[in-house]
């Protein structure tokens, strides 16, 4: 007999953060870009850090990303990812300023760098929940 | 008026450490630990008036301890909710209980039966994991192992830094933790048998991770006019304080991820205490992780950012050492008890009650804790 996997954790989406996961439902990374100062931020949250105005755009990010840090996951610490270990786990800086955390989704064993390009992708875990990954820029 | 030297830590209890508590509830091990200390203190349990808890110990509450011990006026409770930082938050909270006149004998309990729950589980429950909770979780980063490993490994890529030198931490930490006596790891290892253990979270191997543990430690702070008449030496809290990272919530969008909360709180509690990392003769380092410690080493001021791994190269962090570090064990081999082992450490050293990891004549060290998402507190305490 097989056993069911147990689901993967979900988001506790919130009203500040909505938009964000609709977004990659769309296959689209948006982020939070303040009206009164332009200052972008990440992850989602109510206030402008620069000029502490809580009125916001969502402004699509353009994909291009680098190597800022990573982990590669060997312990399964949620029963959930078991069956993907090792996953690559990237620490992302995004050409707009701000960070991401995602999987690296790669054919065969990579040697990452730091600066490294990366271009951001997009998981379908199931039709409610997309969540972001990251590939290797072919043109890196 | 300073709070430096107000306060004092008068009493010190732990129970056994081992991997199975044995039916004994966390409540029951904090109860345990606490009635050593009071003890300790030349106390009576009818004497705490104050109780601060470091960490949310299983469900445990002030109320159980006012009903257990039968406390007849408990004048102050708090709560110090930062994971490992909490314990040495919970020295800084007490001291000003203490020093405002509030109280004047405050009880700070740890105790756990941690490996009840996956700590993957377990963090997720916690409110400062929210934000981690909702963007990192659904990725695939569950566990601190996770949201920890990047800092080291962008430190090793910057720096140079290696596992070589991460395990001197855990080969050093071990030795000491086999000199204690009540430790859960009792065999040597060696730099060769930390590079053979499996990875966890690259760059952490199974042996730069601490034991999930059952056990319990308390304190003891009191006002430092009430513990003149003390039968133990009185060991005074100098210099103390809070440090939070910035973007506390989530290290992923910290701009330096090398620098942990400890960098801004290490100048104001050394200032605090008047004097200098290198009078330091004994530290007691939260090492949930031995990079932690590293990273610790440099925010604390004992050697510049990105030189931590030369520093701790050689058996430095040992007895005898240029700066012997975790004399007990530590989380990586005594215990996890969210830090209140270290700080029951180093009371033993400054009161030469060390045993076979005695520090010769230690009249001055400091205790950090590291908790969360990189928030630390330190405090340093003296022998008078
Ligand atoms: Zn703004």
């Known amino acids: ?140 | 008026m300073s709070i430096s030297g107000r306060a004092a830590v008068t009493g010190i209890g732990d129970t056994d450490y081992t991997r199975d508590a044995s039916g004994r509830s966390a409540l029951m091990l904090q109860l345990e630990a606490s009635l050593k200390a009071i003890a300790d203190a030349g106390l009576r349990p009818h004497d705490i008036d104050g109780i601060v808890m470091p960490i949310p110990s299983g469900a445990s509450v002030a109320e159980d301890f006012v009903t257990n011990l039968s406390i007849p006026d408990l004048r102050y409770s708090a709560a110090t909710p930062l994971g490992g930082a909490g314990s040495v938050a919970a020295l800084q909270c007490a001291a000003m209980a203490v020093a405002s006149g509030i109280c004047r004998h405050v009880l700070l309990p740890v105790g756990r039966t941690g490996r009840t729950q996956r700590i993957g589980a377990r963090v997720q429950a916690m409110p400062q994991f929210r934000t981690v909770g909702e963007f990192e979780a659904p990725v695939g980063a569950v566990a601190p192992a996770q949201y920890y490993a990047p800092m080291a490994r962008r430190h090793m890529e910057l720096f140079g830094t290696t596992s070589r030198q991460l395990a001197e931490i855990a080969v050093t930490t071990r030795q000491h933790a086999i000199l204690n006596g009540n430790a859960r790891m009792t065999k040597p290892i060696t730099i060769e048998d930390h590079q053979a253990s499996r990875m966890i979270a690259d760059p952490l191997r199974l042996l730069d991770c601490s034991l999930e543990s059952d056990g319990g430690a308390a304190v003891i702070v009191s006002a430092a006019e009430c513990a003149r008449d003390a039968a133990k030496p009185r060991v005074l809290i100098t210099g103390m304080g809070e440090g939070h990272p910035d973007s506390p919530s989530t290290i992923t969008q910290r701009a330096d991820i090398t620098r942990l909360g400890i960098a801004k709180v290490a100048p104001r509690a050394f200032a605090m205490a008047g004097v200098a990392p290198g009078d330091i003769q004994v530290a007691e380092i939260y090492d949930c992780f031995t990079y932690i410690v590293l990273c610790q080493l440099e925010d604390l001021g004992f050697c510049p950012k990105g030189e931590g791994g030369r520093f701790v190269e050689g058996g430095a962090l040992g007895l005898g050492g240029r700066l012997p570090v975790n004399t007990h064990g530590g989380l990586l081999s005594q215990a996890h008890m969210a830090g209140m082992n270290h700080v029951v450490e180093l009371v033993r050293q400054l009161r030469g009650e060390a045993g076979q990891a005695q520090v010769p004549d230690a009249r001055l060290g400091l205790v950090t804790g590291y908790g969360d998402l990189g928030d630390g507190t330190l405090a340093i305490m003296a022998r008078e």
Not at chain 1, 23 to 29: A, C, E, P, T, V
Not at chain 1, 84 to 100: K, N, Q, S, Y
Request: charged share 20%; glycine share 4%; hydrophobic share 35%.
């Open chain 1, 1 to 140: 007999m097989s056993q069911a996997m147990p689901p993967k954790p979900r988001p506790e989406i919130t009203e500040d953060s909505r938009p964000y996961w609709d977004g990659l439902r769309q296959h689209r990374l948006l982020l939070q870009c303040c009206t009164d100062c332009g200052r972008l931020r990440h992850y989602p949250r109510p206030l402008c850090d620069a000029c502490h105005s809580f009125a916001c755009d969502w402004v699509e990010a353009c994909g291009a990303a680098h190597v800022h840090s990573w982990t590669v996951a060997h312990h399964a610490f949620h029963p959930a990812f078991r069956n993907e270990l090792p996953t690559v786990l990237v620490t992302a800086d995004l050409a707009e300023g701000v960070r991401l955390l995602a999987p690296l989704q790669t054919e065969a064993p990579v040697t990452l760098q730091l600066g490294q390009r990366l271009q951001v992708g997009y998981w379908d875990v199931d039709p409610s929940l997309t969540v972001p990954v990251l590939r290797l820029d072919e043109n890196g």
